[in-house]
């Protein structure tokens, strides 16, 4: 199976899990907000972050019914932050995933309230899962989680990128708002994995460097692709980063340094992931799809 | 001591515990985040659900230093609320307590922001207490907080008051967005508090009951302020409710039947009070002055 099919069938259990949250509503009312909620919940994307989180604990032990719950927390987590980026008050897109964006379905009131029942909700959820398990556990992945979201994580990235736009930016804001925006919550789905398999501290620490270098790799692939591909493939426009004046890796250091830096953190990955007692073939092919993908 | 020096008094334990959170910044964009974090964090308010966390959980045999950060929590979740409620695309408002709202200051980008952060910090507030504690009774009290916060709480009656605007009114959607958006996080100050402190599910039920009336109260006495009081007094522009068409008790039942309902649910209350061992005098002060107070 190549990889491609690998990703879309893990993907399809996420999504299967997904389908079975904010099924039931006390008037219509709430409906319409599930409903909100589910649109951007539901429409497509790749699952990177919930199936790292379910490959590392695995790899490290656990069981897919004892992480699903914090995996779907995860995207529903990373959902909230693309409905909230999209406003008009923020990146202003109409185009999310070849979908219109929650905004120009629902309303701008709705989409700011639907992010907030979405990251409300993610929270809901791992609280129940850890009151029916190992709390400890439980919680200190609730813990990465938390810290990666909020203001010294993916929120102070967003800040970051906000106020950075259109300014001249060095290496220094680029990497932070790259460490804050995108690796901070890609890192806690392999950590929190990692704590809910009951990992040592030693081994937390080198899945917050694969996490980082993962996450980096990512980033620029993203911003390489928002140059090099086609709106048709990419599901949203395309040279937007350019239209905005974004601080990119490409906009600082041009495409083909942003490529060599793409190799080199790929290759940085692999090395730990290969420093892993246990079977990484997945991981690794994950990585390198991650690193090179085309959409 | 009068209620209101009470309430001053205790206000100020609250207020100098939230002064020592987001104070460290890793940069400029950081500092601006929590600057306007803090803005609305510390721009007055009652402290009401952050009091009435200590007290019941005091009351029931905590210590004020175990319930302190929790009380925090909830406060935080109450900010970023009315953080949320105030932007243009939702209630639209410019003053809140005799100050600018937080986007007429940071503009909606960062206010957005800053309300996302104050959610998600709450969060990460009460998991460190939770590791640093015993667990199990800290996972419950955040249970029935992100209950009350979420789409079955806060979040879900923002969205029936934002969809109910300009409709003809029933009392089953006003009780129901009275119920999700005042009682209910007025509520869960008091279960929290008795989870912290470890009651019985019987007492939780009766505390439940307690901030049902009180929530109810609170929220049909703001209604009639916002008819009867003075904008210089009340610290916001008065009339509101009637030029966006809201749907209120007042608007429903008119000004004398309001009355009547505070009086009828301020009993409720005080009875409920009365059956708790211990005592709960300043309790019994506190809901008559929320129920009858004139700001």
């Given at each position: ?16 899990k ?22 951007s919940?539901?429409s ?15 790899l ?64 809901e959820?791992?609280?129940e ?16 989680i938390?810290?990666?979201a ?48 009951g ?17 980096f790799?990512?980033?620029i ?44 953190l ?5 090395r ?12 690794e092919s ?10």
């Open positions: 199976m190549s990889i491609k099919e690998g990703l879309h069938k893990k993907a399809e259990i996420i999504e299967a997904l389908n079975t949250y904010l099924v039931t509503h006390e008037n219509s009312y709430e409906e319409k907000l599930h409903e909100s909620m589910l649109y919940l539901l497509g994307g790749k699952r990177i972050r919930p199936i790292l989180l379910i490959e590392v604990g695995e490290f032990g656990a069981k897919q019914e004892d992480l699903i719950d914090f995996a779907c927390a995860i995207e529903m987590i990373h959902t909230y932050s693309l409905i909230h980026d999209d406003l008009p008050a923020m990146d202003d897109d109409d185009l999310r995933r070849g979908k219109k964006t929650n905004h120009k379905v629902y309303g701008e009131a709705m989409a700011i309230l639907a992010g907030d029942g979405l990251l409300n909700f993610s929270y959820l791992m609280i899962t850890s009151l029916k398990n190992d709390s400890y556990c439980y919680l200190k992945a609730m813990k990465e938390s810290k990666a909020g203001h010294q994580g993916m929120v102070g990235g967003q800040v970051a990128d906000c106020l950075s736009e259109g300014k001249i930016g060095t290496k220094d804001t680029l990497e932070y708002i790259q460490l804050k925006k995108t690796s901070a919550l890609l890192t806690c789905a392999l950590t929190a994995g990692g704590c809910i398999a990992v040592s501290e030693m081994t937390l620490n080198d899945l917050r460097k694969l996490g980082t270098a993962v996450g790799a990512f980033q692939r993203d911003d390489i692709l928002d140059i090099e591909s086609d709106e048709s493939v990419l599901g949203k426009p395309i040279g937007s980063d350019e239209k905005n004046h974004k601080l990119t890796y490409p906009s600082l250091f041009g495409l083909e340094a942003s490529k060599a830096k793409v190799r080199e790929t290759d940085e990955a692999n730990i992931l290969k420093s892993f007692d246990g079977d990484t073939s997945f991981l994950l990585v390198n799809y991650l690193c090179n993908r085309e959409y």
